[in-house]
């Protein structure tokens, strides 16, 4: 492995603890949930080591929790086991060279529309990013073999994001920034359209106000990205 490769781990295994932290606080994962990251020109991947066994507190995840493994999801770099569902990360990456990072979580208010047949829709300015739709794997199980990864792939498709029916989410993203920060933003604009489900008829986002890039015209992506990353790193920081 190179020097650049070493430091590349070394960078992504820090942001992947700040991941966590992020998504712990969000209350999108913990006990159960993991972040990962391409680590950029290989076939590998950082990823949150399985925590179970060591009951550790989430929101104090360092980089030290973070373990690299292959496509095949074995372990090649660090003490601890991959997580059991490694295989919806190996299979995405797969099938997806445009992704950097997966996240994978169970947040209340989207298992919620994963039970029902209401989509999720583009109602809020910083989740237009899911504005062409965010499909529903038909089942709850665990996601941990090649071939239900593989599954899990196919039912994404090229889209940001997809529930799981009775279990989760999982997003994607170019970055682990980008895939924390979109993570976060799908679970509170279901808050929100639960919310707003409660006082009458939802009124989605039109498409003629969004970029190409399915951002709100006059946000760019660097921007919806870091703005939000740096805020969220800065308070994890206090």
């Not at 391409?38 to 929790?65: C, I, N, Q, S, W």
């Not at 445009?98 to 989740?127: K, Q």
């Not at 980008?178 to 498409?207: F, Y």
């Not at 760019?220 to 703005?227: F, G, N, V």
Request: some cysteine.
């Amino acid at each position: 492995m190179s020097i650049q490769q070493s430091e590349a781990i070394a960078d992504l295994k820090k942001k992947i603890a700040t991941s966590t932290r992020i998504l712990v606080r969000e209350r999108l994962i913990g006990p159960f949930g993991h972040p990962s990251a391409r680590v950029p020109g290989t076939d590998l991947v950082a990823v949150l080591g399985h925590t179970h066994d060591d009951v550790k507190d989430l929101a104090e995840t360092d980089p030290e929790d973070v373990v690299v493994m292959d496509l095949n999801g074995e372990v090649v770099e660090g003490s601890m086991e991959a997580p059991g569902e490694r295989f919806m990360h190996t299979e995405i990456y797969k099938s997806r060279s445009d992704v950097g990072s997966v996240i994978h979580a169970h947040p209340m208010h989207c298992i919620a529309f994963s039970m029902t047949n209401v989509p999720l829709a583009p109602v809020w300015h910083l989740c237009t990013l899911f504005a062409d739709g965010v499909p529903v794997y038909d089942s709850a199980v665990q996601i941990d073999d090649p071939e239900r990864g593989r599954a899990v792939a196919a039912a994404l498709g090229g889209r940001k994001g997809i529930l799981l029916k009775g279990h989760g989410l999982t997003v994607v993203g170019s970055s682990i920034e980008e895939a924390t920060v979109s993570a976060v933003n799908l679970e509170r604009s279901a808050r929100l359209q639960i919310m707003a489900q409660g006082l009458g008829s939802i009124a989605a986002i039109d498409p003629s106000e969004l970029t190409d890039e399915l951002l709100t015209d006059g946000l760019t992506l660097e921007e919806y990205t870091h703005t939000q990353w740096d805020y969220w790193a800065v308070e994890l920081a206090r």
